[in-house]
Every structure is written in C-alpha cells, then in structure tokens.
C-alpha cells in the first residue's frame, strides 16, 4: 500500500501520476501479485460515507485511484492537489493492452449477458494475445461457485463489472482465492463492448464527460444530484480545516 494518500471526505486516494500508476501494474504482473484496486467518483465517496464497511474496504484496496473530475476538483479545494484523474476504463483498456502484450490469462465478470458476450467477442477478435479463460455476466446467485471457477481458471487479471458496491464486496471476499490484479469496473464493459460510446476526446479533455453521459442517458440525472451533494461537503469541510 503506498503512503501518499490524500483524503477526500474519508476516501483515501492514491496520489501519483497515471504512468507511475502503470509501472506499478506491470510490476504486480511480472510479480503476480495480488492487487486490488478500487475507482472511487464522487458518489462512492459519498456511499462510503454512510457505510462503515464499505469505507473499510475501499481505504484497505491497494489501490485507490481518481475516476472523477470531482474528486481532482475537490482535492484542490482542500488544498491537497492531485496529479490528475486516473479512469476506470483507461486502466481497464491498459490492463488488457498489457495482458495482450504479455500474453495473460484473464477472466471476465458481470454486466449484462450481451455485453459480457460483445465483450469477450471484443477480446478474442482485437486482442489474440490475451487467453480469455472465462466470462460470465452479472446474474447469478451463487457467489461462491462463480469465485471458484475464477479460481480454477487462474486468471492474471479479473475485470469485475457488478456496480458498486457489490463488486467491491465480491473482490474482497473472494481476491485470496486467486493471486490477480482484480478490479471492479462498474459500467465499462458497455463502452468496451461497443454497447454504449464514450464521450469524445474533446469532451474527455474538458473534464466533461458526466454531462455527455447526462444527455445521452437522462435517466442518470438522480445519480448526477450526488455531484452537487459531494461539492458542499467539500467546502463545509474547506471550513472546519
């Protein structure tokens, strides 16, 4: 775990750049080590708030990385700058670029049967590298039997996509069962997919990419009320320091 933590209403962030970030993911790899790493935004800052567990989890990952410009723009409010916004799915492509290059096992978990599938099809057309040793979408009711294929299948990497906070339950419970670099990915597999299209590049540079999912999904926009929420806490907390 490194010690250059920045804490960010209770959620401790891990403060480097996104290519120190990706030099310590291929060390854990050539290491096969067993890596956890979580992707807080402002709305699981927020939920880690009101849940004492799931905060435990979160702050006890092995990594815990800045996928929000809230959290860059809160830390700077604080007065405790970070080096930038580190995504969930810019680690998530990475981490398959690497396992391609490196020739790695990796398993797939969660999202919907179709976009499991469109993304698995995804890995075996583009990536031939990568031995895709399973996937499986995110309905099912026996943890366990899902954990012990994962771990039967031995996998270097193990993309978990059961939303939050059920993929960081899932991981913790279960990453023992098979040294990886495991990490939960939320909504990725969509865009991986295909199924959903990423903000442009444009919009990515204009830290802007939560409006252009507001508009192409207007049904977001009780999640997005976290934002709001998030950013008085920050300042209520500018004060009390």
């Known amino acids: 775990m490194h010690k250059n933590r920045i804490n960010i209403l209770g959620t401790e962030f891990d403060n480097f750049t996104e290519d120190q970030f990706h030099k310590y ?21 927020l939920s880690a708030r009101k849940n004492t567990r799931f905060s435990n989890i979160v702050n006890n990952a092995d990594y815990v990385i800045p996928d929000g410009i809230g959290i860059i ?14 995504t969930g799915f ?44 399973g996937y499986h979408d995110g ?3 026996d943890d366990k039997k899902i954990a012990e ?23 913790n419970q279960f990453r023992d069962l098979n040294p990886a670099i495991w990490i939960g ?14 903000a442009p590049k ?12 507001l508009l192409k999904e207007p049904t977001r926009i009780g999640r997005m009320a976290a934002i709001p929420r998030y950013m008085t806490l920050i ?7």
Not at 73 to 86: D, E, F, Q, S, V
Not at 206 to 211: G, I, M
Not at 235 to 241: I, M, T
């Open 90 to 133: 810019d680690t998530l492509m990475y981490l398959v670029k690497t396992a391609n290059d490196k020739k790695l096992k990796v398993y797939l978990l969660g999202a919907k049967p179709e976009v499991i599938k469109a993304s698995a099809d995804r890995i075996k057309r583009e990536f031939t590298g990568i031995d895709l040793v």
């Open 202 to 213: 444009i919009v990515q540079k204009l830290s802007l990419e939560w409006l252009y999912r």
């Open 149 to 171: 294929d994962i771990a039967a299948k031995k996998p270097n990497i193990v993309l978990v996509a059961l939303g939050s906070p059920k993929q960081e339950y899932f991981i």
């Open 185 to 198: 990915v939320g909504g990725s597999f969509d865009v991986f997919s295909g199924t959903k299209k990423r």
């Open 235 to 241: 300042r209520k907390e500018k004060k009390n320091r």
């Open 139 to 141: 309905y099912f009711d």
């Open 73 to 86: 723009k809160g830390a700077n409010n604080l007065g405790t700058p970070m080096h930038g916004r580190i």
């Open 25 to 45: 993911l291929n060390e854990d790899l050539d290491n096969h080590s067993n890596k956890f790493i979580v992707t807080p935004n402002p709305e699981i800052v």
